[in-house]
């Protein structure tokens, strides 16, 4: 009898593929498609990036890098966030340089659980928030958020989650796949729970320079926080540097100290030509930045109005470039919404099962697409409710 070759690992085994991915399989092949898919801008990045990154490999640098990153990107990221937050980290302990904001995630969930932690998530999130702290050994705890809560977790609702075997909370903000975010004093809430609890706080803020509505709040800022705060940020959406993947994480020594030591095991280092891309990005990228936003706000109050004027409730996001409608009122579920639309109109957008069974009646649209694709989008989109099935 033959012997079966042994396989991949249960845990693995048990974790769905993505919801993003596995839909838009069926958008490969077709022709004429408009996708609102895909959380990526429409921007190329800026040149004087590009031109960073390539008179470094003119000039030859292709080497490897510490496991922390270059020093000078280092330096210039604890230059930035004393500005820009007030929040002084040590760049040679407590900055590590990561393939995008991702594989951070993924590095401080392995390096702070013990096999059962619990890390408190609001839902819908993230779609890699669950199955990583799935594969680091943890347990998420979902914190179920809606359209009537503006899709944002309470202080009141975590407490109720605690157990003795919580140990973070994770929250990014503005969201993925919501564009909800959160005000200072809402913070504030969060931040007394994690102080009392002594939890620490994984605070995802890829986003920040995306924040339309008041001002961006870096959680580390809040009295307290810094020191129980792993803060993830990165290049990829102010910047429109999706495919450099530099991310990088800041806080206690002690962590990210743990973190690298996964990372260098792992990933080694970061491509030295991202770094360079990364660090120019923070000399003059800024500027070029803040067009890129004003342009997201204007497709952002377009699309919003838009789909509540066709009779898709949607709520203001407060941030990113994502719209989150419902489409309770068609009598359709977003998988079925998404199929239809996506076959008679052309028109691809992610069903919002894919962030959580929860948001199994909403649909996530992208608005980093051309100003002309959103506003043709939406007119398929009004014709497809104005035929019956």
């Known amino acids: 009898m033959k ?10 085994t048990g974790i769905p593929p993505s919801g993003i991915r596995a839909f838009f399989d069926l958008v490969l092949g077709m022709k004429d498609v408009i996708s609102l898919g895909v959380g990526e801008p429409d921007f190329v990045t800026p040149w004087s990036i590009r031109e960073s990154a390539i008179y470094s490999l003119e000039q030859g640098y292709t080497s490897y890098t510490s496991n922390w990153g270059m020093k000078e990107l280092r330096k210039a990221i604890s230059r930035f966030l004393i500005g820009r937050h007030g929040v002084d980290y040590d760049y040679e302990n407590a900055v590590l340089i990561t393939v995008g904001a991702s594989e951070a995630t993924d590095l401080v969930l392995r390096a702070i659980l013990n096999p059962g932690d619990e890390v408190i998530i609001p839902d819908p999130c993230f779609v890699s928030y669950g199955p990583l702290t799935v594969l680091a050994g943890g347990k998420p705890v979902f914190i179920p958020t809606s359209l009537e809560t503006g899709f944002k977790m309470s202080p009141a609702q975590i407490r109720k989650a605690l157990t003795p075997r919580t140990k973070a909370i ?10 909800a975010s959160y005000s200072r004093k809402e913070l504030l809430g969060i931040a007394a729970v994690a102080r009392e609890k ?11 320079e995306l924040t339309y509505e008041g001002e961006h709040t870096a959680f580390p800022s809040l009295p307290g926080m810094k020191e129980r705060t792993i803060y993830l940020n990165g290049f990829s959406k102010a910047y429109a540097m999706t495919g450099w993947r530099i991310g ?17 095991y792992s990933m080694m280092c970061v491509s030295i030509t991202g770094q360079f891309a990364a660090l120019e990005a923070l000399r003059s990228g800024l500027k070029e930045a ?5 342009e997201y706000f204007r497709r952002r109050n377009f699309i919003v109005e838009e789909l509540n ?16 409608p419902s489409v309770k009122k068609t009598g359709m579920n977003g998988v079925e919404f ?32 051309a100003f002309d694709d959103i506003r043709e989008a939406l007119r398929r989109i009004e014709r497809f409710l104005s035929v019956k099935s």
């Open 3 to 12: 012997k079966m070759v042994p396989g991949p690992s249960k845990v693995v």
């Open 170 to 179: 994770l929250i990014n903000y503005p969201s993925n796949p919501t564009g």
């Open 198 to 208: 002594n939890l620490l706080v994984i605070s995802d803020e890829i986003y920040d």
């Open 248 to 264: 990088y994480a800041c806080g206690p020594s002690e962590i990210i100290g743990a973190m690298m030591k996964i990372h260098q």
């Open 290 to 294: 803040q067009e890129m936003k004003k």
């Open 309 to 324: 004027r066709i009779g898709l409730t949607c709520h203001t996001p407060e941030g990113a470039f994502y719209v989150f």
């Open 338 to 369: 998404a199929t239809r639309l996506l076959k008679r109109e052309k028109v691809a957008v992610v069903p919002g099962i894919a962030f959580s069974p929860r948001a199994a009646d909403h649909l996530r649209f992208s608005y980093a697409t």
